[in-house]
């Protein structure tokens, strides 16, 4: 649970946050070492439900939230904690409330509801919510590698082979990383030899670039 702001100075009013019984302080403007210390502490204890409150009660204060952490970025926060502990229905919840609510994310939060829908087998509103990603033509290669992923880990390989090949075709000319197409690729070859696919030019790059990164 989350303590009252906590006196001092302009500059250093913070909200206090409980996890497994101790205090982790955050200045009054969140910050994503903030984020990612509640992140941390939650992978060490367990307590990924007791994250999952807590980032959802930070989400609820925009008076802290600062340039990066926002309130949809924390309900995607909150919602891939609610993943760790397995409740999917919990983190598709938190992953609807990240998209209606419009802020700033790293990613597309529609990605990760999508990952959500499909863990919770809600195949059905998966492939629509697919649909809708792909008609935006999105050129931020996390996109297609966020839902590649999530249903190469689903088992639906085709579908993750569409994603990350489709991936790399619109966003080979956007101004994005190299590596981040290399990724892309890297996911592509891994799901084409599941598959059972012959390497074709593309396998070629990405084994290269695993070979450069391996050297």
Known sequence: ?????????????????????????????????????????????????????TLEELAARTENHGESVTRASLMVDAGSQFGL???WAEAVRCYRVAVEDGGTCE????????????RDGKSAQAAALRAELKASRSTDPGVYEAVAESLEAVELLQDAHTWFTMGYHRCEQAPVPDFLLDLLLVGRRRVRRALGHPADPLDEVAEDYIETVGS
Do not use: K
């Open 1 to 53: 649970m989350l303590a009252a702001v906590m006196p001092g100075g302009p500059g250093a009013r913070g909200v206090c946050a409980d996890i497994g019984g101790q205090a982790v302080r955050m200045w009054r403007m969140l910050t994503d070492d903030d984020v990612d210390e509640i992140v941390f502490r939650a992978a060490g204890s367990g307590d990924h439900r007791g994250a999952a409150a």
């Open 85 to 87: 502990a397995q409740d």
């Open 107 to 118: 990613v597309d939060p529609r990605v990760w509801l999508h990952d959500g829908l499909l």
